[in-house]
């Protein structure tokens, strides 16, 4: 597998545990030798791997989690960072966010440091999913 695939797999991975709200599997998927950060919409910056991973335990336990489906994902690789921006589509409503989210290779894997979404004024009909994901240009 490339590693502009690899980072993709990571991004998705990262929706799979969101998805089935899975904390255990939320946790492998960030970093541990690095300071992470995550911005979730309308909250201020959570910085630091206890401290994001406490933030998706609350939102994965929560009785009202949302469903987010996955949309557009496209990933260029900088030297050992791969960046991804994607849009995620809230079921059950028209409501889109677009996210940026930063693997970091780790041990030979691709872990996440930085998970950031917010709205955006798209409708999810003015996404389109490519079939081949092609990198960032």
Not at 1 to 9: D, G, K, N
Not at 101 to 125: C, M, V, Y
Request: proline share 5%; charged share 20%; glycine share 8%.
């Amino acid at each position: 597998m490339s590693q502009h695939a690899a980072v993709l797999f990571a991004n998705e991975a990262f929706y799979l545990a969101f998805r089935n709200r899975d904390s255990e599997a939320m946790e492998a998927l960030w970093a541990e030798g690095a300071t992470v950060a995550c911005i979730h919409p309308g909250w201020q910056a959570v910085v630091g791997r206890e401290a994001v991973l406490e933030s998706w335990r609350a939102i994965l336990g929560g009785q009202h989690a949302p469903v987010v489906r996955l949309r557009g994902a496209r990933a260029t690789l900088t030297g050992e960072v791969g960046i991804v921006l994607c849009y995620e589509e809230i079921e059950g409503s028209d409501s889109l966010l677009v996210a940026t989210n930063l693997f970091l290779r780790e041990d030979g894997a691709w872990r996440l440091i930085h998970h950031q979404a917010g709205p955006t004024p798209l409708r999810p009909d003015q996404v389109e999913d490519p079939e081949a994901e092609a990198p960032l240009q």
